[in-house]
């Protein structure tokens, strides 16, 4: 167990809807990561907040936003959805930022119909 | 952009054999991570080698790395079954702009 806590852990859901995923870090984790993965592309990078303020952005598609609140959870949303969007859905915590372990929860597997 | 390249793309091997991954990268780091994934679940870290260190051990796992070619390799010994899963390679590049970038990933298959 990683200590990093996502829900929901299976979602499905119709195109052109909106889901949002959440996620909680570690205890005493400051940085939040979004990674999405999906069979052709990988593990893509979508986003990075540390405390509360976006630390780095990666490919992450304008139908996607994310924060990172007060207490250090974070959110992913993901609105109009697309067929293509169907892929499981990673947050990961670390102490910093990048440069530091990174530790992953078990992911949000989402499948759009 | 995948940053990390693993190589092989699959292995299979009996159990006790030594199983090696290579993984190569294409701009300067600041460290490189070797995860492993068990099927559908989420990655868990094996270690952690910064760039001025050429080589670190963790138990039955040894992994180097040559700033000079951009590579890295993680050699397992005495496989097991339970070492069955994929295994990725991530790099914090100079600069941390792009994010912890990850290669495709190694299946690795330990045959009883």
């Known amino acids: 167990d990683s200590g990093v806590t996502q829900t929901p852990k299976h979602l499905i859901t119709a195109t052109g809807q909106r889901v949002t995923l959440r996620c909680s870090p570690r205890?005493?984790?400051?940085?939040v990561y979004w990674y999405q993965q999906s069979l052709d592309q990988g593990l893509q990078f979508l986003i990075q907040y540390y405390n509360g303020e976006e630390r780095a952005k990666g490919n992450i598609l304008e139908r996607f936003s994310a924060q990172q609140f007060p207490d250090l959870h974070s959110e992913l949303n993901l609105s109009s959805l697309e067929l293509g969007d169907s892929a499981l859905y990673f947050c990961?915590?670390?102490?910093?930022?990048?440069?530091?372990?990174?530790?992953f929860g078990e992911g949000s597997w989402l499948t759009v119909v | 952009s995948q940053q990390g390249e693993e190589d092989p793309q699959a292995l299979s091997i009996q159990e006790g054999e030594n199983a090696t991954m290579n993984c190569s990268y294409k701009t300067s780091i600041n460290n490189l991570q070797w995860y492993r994934q068990n099927s559908g679940r989420g990655l868990v870290h094996l270690i952690l080698?910064?760039?001025?260190?050429r080589e670190k051990h963790s138990g039955r796992l040894r992994v180097t790395l040559d700033t000079s070619k951009k590579s890295s390799s993680l050699l397992i010994t005495a496989s097991r079954a339970a070492d069955t899963a994929s295994y990725f390679c991530?790099?914090?590049?100079?600069?941390?702009?792009?994010?912890?970038?990850f290669g495709k990933g190694t299946h690795l298959i330990i045959q009883p």
């Open positions: 205890s005493g984790d400051l940085s």
């Open positions: 991530a790099t914090d590049a100079r600069g941390g702009a792009d994010g912890l970038t």
């Open positions: 080698i910064r760039s001025n260190e």
């Open positions: 990961a915590s670390s102490a910093q930022g990048f440069g530091n372990t990174i530790y």
